[in-house]
């Protein structure tokens, strides 16, 4: 048989190495002598552990012609493709090498490609097993669907569905697993669900992707509803530490405190409660619920704090209306030696913002990078244009923004945009627009900004302008929706809802408490109308905003003293903000309401925002 030629990739050994090529010099004292020499080097690349080993390995295979034999070609294949010694062009340029791959070397490879930096060769590799009229076993086809997975390809992936049921691999849950991941990703939420209904035997992962993809496609209450259908006696599936991550994910978008409560008394129960993530993850869901105790007990109890932690108490505190604490939570983060990440000084520079602490927070977003060498992103520039931007400061924020480093996208342009709603700049508003305009960004929200500057201006006439353009563009804005949990189920409210089965009782209880907060002096705060009508029309049109309806649901259908909590997909108006506020205090009791940016917690007539939002 010929010698194989040495690769030119190997050209670096040194010639006391390629002397003594018939056993590697360095690995001469582990090899047994009661085994065989096919043994002893299988035994060698799996313990292999050093780049300069691997090479001695590698040239000894070829020297010996060991290289043609599929069993040691496959197993230095593992070796130079999935082990700690990676790499993926080495690899790759050794399988090139072999006269005719096996279908175990293919699937190294497409496995390989799947964590490399370059997943969409994966789908080539496969490919190119099928043209060579190997079959595909369930492990290529799980690795090539990964690789799909990470480039986000649909068409790749129904190619390789459509090769798992010619192949007969239908019945294979850990595969169709891996597929749903894909069209969950690809936003095809039906088509995972249908793969889920149609396997055999599901298990926890399997449910675990289910309810990943009903979060990532906005089918969040689905989510929740899961976590109860798995364990039913139909399934009988228990909940794993990722099962709770996931739920406690879906109980912050919803505001469903209750339910974040039964999902933390069952991580104690199940022994999962000193798992830092899961901990890390009920600061964030009880924060974000506007239950700052809670999150804070949970804070408190974690034995091992690490920056995510404190991140996530930090940003709880902030969102909250808590500036000052949150900043005396990072003094305290840096005393005990915890460095923080870009993570943190986002919380801290949106705490400076929600409250008002302009110069601590300019301070803050100079030693980010001088004292932390923290490099300021997008996120930490649109906090500091926010900052400015609520203190009015608006070109200085629009100077900062033409001076970053980075290119600033429609998030921090609409951000200057909410400043400007604020302090009524309808000129630099008609700017940021054309911005907008410029990175194709513009959203149907934007241009109610516009229309809530002119309408506080009375600029009816721009006013009028911008309603006809919205309407020869089809711009469609998104309706206000407030949600409010009672007994673990949500109620939603739309502007003059009509749907809810209590309807009649709620549009009643709503003028009895409109009659009481007037004779405590609240007027309507007609600003927010943004349509050209009399003061008292204007009124009328306020009355029945949905976070009004679900608050009035709150009064009726919990019993006095109740905490009432709200969430709004939309920045609540100046009027609905009064109208919570004085009815804190006529009604004595606290309502909580979660908008779009921040908590607003009303209190015996004030609110934690102090007017500042």
């Known amino acids: 048989m010929r010698r194989a030629a040495v690769p030119h990739y190997l050209s670096s050994l040194s010639s006391s190495q390629s002397h003594h090529l018939n056993v590697p010099v360095c690995f001469t004292t582990n090899i047994s002598h009661t085994q065989t020499p096919k043994q002893s080097l299988l035994d060698l690349i799996k313990s292999c552990t050093r780049r300069s080993h691997l090479l001695q390995i590698h040239a000894h295979i070829v020297r010996t012609s060991l290289v043609l034999e599929p069993t040691i070609c496959l197993q230095f294949l593992s070796l130079v493709a999935l082990s700690p010694l990676k790499s993926i062009s080495y690899s790759r340029r050794f399988f090139d090498q072999i006269a005719k791959p096996t279908s175990f070397q293919y699937n190294t490879m497409v496995r390989a490609y799947s964590i490399s930096d370059s997943p969409e060769e994966g789908f080539s590799m496969y490919r190119d097993l099928l043209r060579r009229g190997l079959r595909a076993d369930a492990l290529a086809s799980s690795f090539v669907i990964k690789s799909c997975i990470r480039v986000s390809s649909l068409l790749g992936g129904i190619q390789v569905h459509a090769r798992i049921l010619r192949d007969g691999h239908e019945s294979d849950s850990r595969l169709l697993t891996t597929l749903m991941d894909l069209y969950s990703i690809c936003g095809k939420c039906n088509e995972a669900c249908k793969l889920f209904d149609e396997m055999p035997k599901r298990d926890v992962v399997a449910w675990n992707v289910l309810i990943s993809c009903c979060l990532h496609n906005n089918r969040t209450r689905d989510a929740v509803s899961m976590f109860d259908i798995m364990q039913s006696e139909t399934h009988r599936c228990e909940p794993d530490e990722v099962t709770c991550l996931l739920m406690l994910q879906a109980c912050s978008n919803l505001n469903a405190l209750e339910f974040g409560k039964r999902v933390h008394k069952y991580i104690e129960e199940h022994g999962y409660d000193g798992a830092s993530n899961l901990c890390n993850s009920l600061i964030a869901m009880y924060s974000r619920c506007g239950c700052l105790d809670k999150a804070y007990e949970v804070f408190k109890g974690m ?104 290119k600033p996208d429609s998030t921090i342009w609409r951000t200057l945009l909410g400043g400007c709603r604020i302090h009524g700049h309808d000129a630099l508003a008609e700017s940021v627009i054309g911005h907008l305009i410029e990175l194709k960004a513009q959203e149907a929200g934007d241009y109610v900004l516009l229309l809530n500057i002119y309408s506080s201006a009375g600029n009816w006439e721009k006013l009028t302008e911008v309603r006809k353009f919205m309407k020869e563009k089809a711009i469609q804005t998104t309706p206000g929706c407030s949600t409010i949990e009672l007994k673990g189920v949500a109620h939603e409210f739309v502007v003059d809802d009509v749907s809810h089965p209590r309807k009649d009782e709620i549009y009643k209880m709503l003028d009895e408490i409109n009659s009481q907060l007037k004779i405590a002096g609240y007027v309507a705060d007609v600003s927010s109308e943004l349509h050209n009508l009399g003061t008292e029309e204007k009124g009328h049109a306020l009355s029945y905003h949905s976070e009004k309806l679900a608050i009035a649901f709150g009064v009726l259908a919990t019993p006095p003293g109740t905490p009432i909590r709200v969430a709004k997909n939309l920045r609540i108006c100046v009027d609905c903000h009064n109208f919570a506020m004085a009815l804190s205090g006529v009604y004595n009791r606290e309502v909580i309401i979660r908008d779009r940016t921040r908590f607003h917690h009303f209190r015996e007539g004030r609110c934690s925002c102090n007017g500042y939002w």
């Open 303 to 406: 034995k091992d704090k690490n920056v995510v932690s404190w991140s996530a108490m930090i940003s709880g505190l902030a969102v909250n209306g808590y500036g000052r604490e949150a900043i005396e939570a990072f003094g305290e983060m840096q005393k005990m030696g915890v460095l923080p990440d870009d993570q943190t000084f986002t919380g801290v520079l949106c705490a400076c913002s929600h409250c008002g602490l302009v110069d601590e927070g300019m301070v803050f977003f100079d030693r980010m990078s001088k004292e932390f060498g923290v490099v300021p992103n997008v996120h930490h520039y649109g906090c500091v244009v926010d900052l400015l931007g609520r203190a009015g400061r608006l070109d200085q924020a629009y100077q900062l923004i033409l001076s970053m480093d980075i």
